[in-house]
């Protein structure tokens, strides 16, 4: 599970607009073309390469799973 202090940081890197939090909006990027149910704790939506690479870092630091 995510912590709040991984959140926080995440939407300091993409704004608090960009990025997905609550269950009513995550469930629509629970599942993919193979059916396969899984709720992401979160889902941001990075708007450069700077951004990208800060979210791949924090997700190093931190050992939480990033799916493109």
Known sequence: MLKRK???KLADIVGKEN????????IGYAY???NQKFL???VVFPANAEEISRILKLAN??????IP
């Open 19 to 26: 990025i997905l939090t609550s269950k009513e909006e995550l």
């Open 6 to 8: 991984v959140i926080s």
């Open 32 to 34: 993919d073309a193979v």
């Open 40 to 42: 992401p704790e979160a």
């Open 61 to 66: 630091q931190e050992q939480f799973p990033v």
